[in-house]
């Protein structure tokens, strides 16, 4: 008697039955071939539909992860730019509809709903991203499809896309004025230190080049994983480098930690100031203004800033979300994107991509940071640099400001010594 | 042994019109489906195919291995740096090692030029390192808790060497922007067709081979080790052995879902391979039924499937359904939905003996070895 149902037999018919999906599978038609160096354009016709009294856009921010904590505040502020284009008549006519998506802290699902949002809601522009991964995983997409990305955070340069517009500082905008602040503070001595991903390494290695050009001597340089919150080794080199100011590119959670075994060795922002370059008004109170107050920090927009449009984008905010909610650079910059896509489709009279990048160059807005123009070339815009010192209220005061917005370069071709960088 | 049990063991026709039911609906779906639906789906075919494997380790074998986006990874990084190296032409360096490396192509990329390299290696680097890990881990006797905690370690080590090395691995930016996949242009819906077609067909070859797997001597075997190790040692096999062969044979699976889920995905970075993602292939081979046949491959599709589309519902709240949806299975079926017909037929068969035979439903089939059957 046969135990098992199995046979040589039954074995042989499950592999022709594999084998035939197999040559299906090979026999089915194959698309296109890359030629050789030729590009390969978009295929993509574009779904966007302008025909009824509203027109899509996307929000991709996340909302889950890691990131949230961070990139909930510029969803906030992206819906509140929302809702005020919509109360005031829309945006040539049209009112925006959101079509929000969870980005999950994951360039992979960035990458896929960046995609979902062009190809399946077929929106006119996406608003979102944060991380620099999160941004290049999203790059190709909007490429390939030819779409439009606003991407609200300052970044590590070096890149330009025709279809991401960048609404946040590239590296001449905050780090190279923060490293002339210091010189002009008399700082002849830097210690790095930064948490172990793109932006701190790339930026890092562009100050290093700024420091042989400038006669800076870095003492230090330092990495830490990202999450990480064992501070005391690199504290303690900070300490006996003895250096005149640190260079701080550290994220989220590590700052905490940085920040108190900073105070617990004994220093402070008086002899051995901290430049940081990824702390806004948000991070502030999760870190605790005792154990960082006084230190300095690099944006181009402070809650503090000084201006009725300013005045009026808090007041929007607080009333919108709660009056113990703080506004931060990110955020700004996200609010303005928006207006500066609404400006650009008005110019353009059409919410067609090419029509809209053929019009974006020269775009000035009244922003809550101050005037900032949009440069068609590289796709960046000119904001106004601002080193701050943060108060004993949790906020940041202004402490000096390059007074005029400073003409983007990402890839820092204005600056001698950055040659060779890119 | 009477009739009605023989006719309840894996009966090969409805196994094979199961299997043929699998396969026409997944010919059938790109004819259905819009093409970003179809690039979902054949994403979620390429984390299936660790489900697959999970099911054979993990489900027969009993190794709880909580790192297999190691395995995944490693497949996925492989093919990653060929399409790297090939976009970049003969000689070229990839775009990102221009930007954050020193310009120059390190030399243990180099073997990845050549397409068929890069294929053997995708296949022969995972099963080596899971053979000789396993080899390592498994004759020492290391089993259990034990063996999850390194496998999960082992993940997380992998994804933290990734990030440091950014200069050839990319770091957290990952590797993306692949233009073409063995010279066929990736922005080609045409082409974007076969490359799920080709998962399509790599996940059924997968469930056809641990199917023959385990109806065969080694499966019995596998499931022997699970249950009772010490006395199949006793009876003179060598468990170790047949713990490694599940293991790279599973490990190997998890390289291919992940060479091909990199041209489908565009990009693979190391938030794609850590430990998160790792536990991530788990739920749907739990929720699914570990031990049955297509229970991790339908689990694993269904859970990639409503995680996607209750995100893209409610954006800021999907991750609470997920946490529910495997909190309810594992209180109330901890055999996994595959083990609910089982449930409600045995039920069945209760009221009516006489009719069992007769009943024919397909889950049966699957449920070839439930965990702790009698011996």
């Known amino acids: 008697m046969r135990l098992r149902s199995t046979s040589p037999h039954g074995a042989m018919r499950l592999s022709t039955v594999s084998l035939a ?402 | 042994m009477n009739v009605f049990t023989a006719l309840l063991r894996p009966g090969r026709a409805r196994t094979l019109a199961a299997f043929g039911l699998a396969a026409a609906v997944l010919l059938l779906a790109p004819m259905v489906l819009s093409p970003f639906r179809l690039d979902l789906l054949a994403k979620f075919l390429c984390l299936a195919m660790v489900a697959v494997g999970i099911g054979l380790a993990w489900g027969r074998g009993g190794l709880l291995t909580l790192g297999q986006g190691v395995y995944f990874g490693l497949g996925a990084y492989l093919m990653a740096m060929h399409l790297k190296l090939a976009d970049a032409g003969p000689g070229g360096v990839p775009d990102f090692m221009l930007l954050y490396g020193t310009g120059q192509v390190p030399g243990w990329w180099e073997p990845l030029r050549s397409p068929v390299s890069a294929i053997v290696l995708i296949l022969l680097v995972p099963a080596g390192l899971a053979a000789l890990l396993g080899w390592a881990v498994f004759t020492r006797r290391v089993r259990g808790a034990y063996f999850a905690i390194l496998s999960q370690a082992l993940a997380a080590a992998f994804a933290i060497l990734l990030i440091g090395q950014q200069q050839t691995t990319g770091g957290t930016n990952g590797l993306n922007g692949f233009r073409a996949f063995f010279g066929y242009d990736l922005a080609d819906p045409l082409n974007k067709q076969m490359l799920y077609l080709i998962a399509a067909g790599a996940l059924l070859v997968m469930v056809a081979v641990v199917r023959q797997l385990s109806v065969s001597r080694f499966g019995e075997l596998l499931v022997a080790v699970r249950d009772q190790e010490d006395r199949v040692r006793f009876l003179g096999y060598d468990p170790a052995a047949v713990k490694v062969v599940a293991y790279a044979v599973a490990a190997v699976m998890a390289a291919v879902g992940g060479a091909l889920f990199v041209p489908i995905a565009g990009i693979v970075s190391p938030a794609d391979v850590g430990v998160v993602p790792s536990i991530g292939f788990l739920i749907g081979v739990a929720i699914g039924g570990r031990a049955t046949l297509l229970g991790p491959v339908l689990g694993s599709i269904a859970v990639s499937w409503a995680q996607t589309s209750i995100s893209e519902q409610f954006p800021s709240g999907w991750i609470y359904f997920q946490g529910a949806l495997f909190i309810l299975v594992i209180a109330f079926l901890p055999g996994g939905l595959a083990s609910f017909a089982g449930k409600l037929r045995r039920r069945r068969a209760a009221a009516a003996p006489g009719d069992a035979g007769a009943s024919g439903d397909a889950a049966r089939d699957h449920e070839l070895v439930p965990e702790r059957s009698p011996a």
């Open chain 1, 21 to 422: 999906v197999l040559c299906v599978v090979g026999l089915s038609a194959c698309g296109a071939r890359v030629d050789g160096g030729s590009d390969t354009s978009a295929s993509a016709e574009s779904c966007v539909d302008t025909s009824g009294d509203t027109v899509k856009i996307g929000f991709l921010n996340s909302l889950s992860g890691t990131m949230a904590i961070s990139e909930q505040t510029v969803h906030d502020s992206l819906q509140l730019a929302a809702k005020e284009i919509n109360a005031d008549g829309g945006v040539l006519g049209k009112e925006l509809e959101i079509v929000s998506e969870d980005g999950q802290s994951e360039p992979t699902v960035f990458a896929e709903k960046a995609s979902k949002l062009i190809t399946s809601d077929c929106v006119a522009a996406v608003f979102g991203g944060w991380t620099s991964a999160s941004r290049k995983a999203m790059l190709p997409v909007f490429e390939s499809q030819d779409s439009l990305l606003f991407y609200p955070v300052q970044y590590e340069g070096l890149e330009s896309s025709p279809n991401i517009f960048y609404t946040g500082a590239t590296t001449n905008q905050q780090i190279v004025p923060a490293l002339d602040y210091l010189v002009e503070q008399g700082a002849k001595s830097l210690f790095l230190v930064g948490s172990d991903y793109v932006f701190p390494r790339t930026a890092n290695k562009i100050i290093n080049a700024y420091a042989e050009a400038h006669g800076i001597e870095i003492v230090g340089e330092e990495y830490a994983p990202l999450g990480h919150t064992d501070f005391s080794t690199i504290v303690n080199k900070v300490r006996s480098a003895d250096a005149d100011a640190v260079f701080n590119t550290l994220n989220g959670d590590s700052n905490v930690a940085f920040f108190k075994e900073y105070n617990n060795a004994g220093m402070s922002a008086d002899d051995m100031p901290v430049v940081s370059v990824s702390i806004a008004e948000e991070e502030v109170g999760g870190i605790g203004v005792e154990n960082i107050e006084g230190q300095l920090t690099a944006w181009n927009y402070y809650q503090t800033v000084d201006s009725p449009e300013n005045t009026a984008f808090v007041e929007a905010f607080k009333a919108e979300y709660g009056e113990d909610r703080p506004t931060s650079d990110p955020m700004e910059a996200a609010y303005t994107s928006l207006y500066l896509w609404k400006a650009m489709v008005e110019k353009a009279d059409s919410f067609a991509v090419d029509d809209v990048v053929a019009a974006a160059d020269g775009i000035t807005y009244d922003a809550p940071e101050g005037k900032v123009v949009v440069n068609g070339e590289n796709h960046h815009i000119a904001k106004t640099a601002l080193i701050g010192k943060i108060g004993a209220d949790g906020l940041i005061h202004t402490e000096w400001s390059s007074e005029e917005p400073i003409e983007p370069d990402p890839y820092l071709e204005g600056y001698d010594w950055a040659d060779g960088l890119s």
